[in-house]
């Protein structure tokens, strides 16, 4: 059964923790992403990597830190210097050919609460 | 600002109804996604349509591109309850990163 999967599925944490959530994907894909997702709003970038040990901040990557070891994980860790922590957090996967971009393949989520 | 906007943020029909949704984009792009997010779920991947194709079909969903109007607009056609979801349009103003838009609410009502 391939797919991206993602746990836990909800995690809570106190202020002032690091936390890390874990994202697999058995697809091959040599490109993976990490968003943010807030109440009723869109997605948000945080970092992505398109290669084994590389990866690139997105758009909010303050506060954030990933690690690309294996083609098939992509952790993110939640730092306490990120001010405002809970939220919906997505991981995504794709092909990466060159500059051909392609669909992406959406984890379940994983629901984080700082308190 | 983002890249791609949707249009209207939320939208209410009844079951066998269509239901369209517009997206809005500021620079030129290769491809433009949409994708489907049920409530509090993961997003799935409906249609991806390429900057010279203008119309793209994929069961009950129809998407069409103009690049002239920087446009693209998500057709369901004969709407069921289970297509409640939150829809987004998705493109790549730069480099490779897709950008997503805030997404339209659609409720389909049985």
């Known amino acids: 059964d391939g797919g991206i999967t993602q746990s836990p599925k909800y995690l809570f944490r106190k202020e002032g923790q690091n936390v890390t959530l874990s994202c697999e994907q058995n697809l091959n894909h040599d490109a993976m992403y990490w968003y943010r997702q807030d109440p009723g709003q869109g997605l948000r970038l945080i970092y992505y990597?398109?290669?084994?040990?590389?990866?690139q901040k997105g758009d909010i990557a303050e506060g954030y830190s990933v690690s690309r070891e294996k083609k098939e994980s992509f952790p993110l860790t939640v730092t306490s210097a990120q001010k405002n922590p809970t939220a919906f957090y997505l991981c995504a996967s794709s092909i990466q050919e060159g500059r051909n971009v392609y669909e992406q393949y959406f984890g379940p989520g994983t629901r984080l609460t700082v308190t | 600002s983002q890249q791609g906007e949707e249009d209207p943020q939320a939208l209410s029909i009844q079951e066998g109804e269509n239901a369209t949704m517009n997206c809005s984009y500021k620079t030129s792009i290769n491809n433009l996604q949409w994708y489907r997010q049920n409530s509090g779920r993961g997003l799935v991947h409906l249609i991806l349509i390429r900057s010279n194709e203008r119309e793209k079909h994929s069961g009950r969903l129809r998407v069409t591109l103009d690049t002239s109007k920087k446009s693209s607009s998500l057709l369901i056609t004969a709407s069921r309850a289970a297509d409640t979801a939150s829809y987004f349009c998705a493109t790549i103003p730069a480099g490779n990163k897709l950008t997503f838009g805030g997404g339209t609410r659609v409720l389909v009502k049985p």
């Open positions: 990597s398109q290669i084994v040990n590389d990866f």
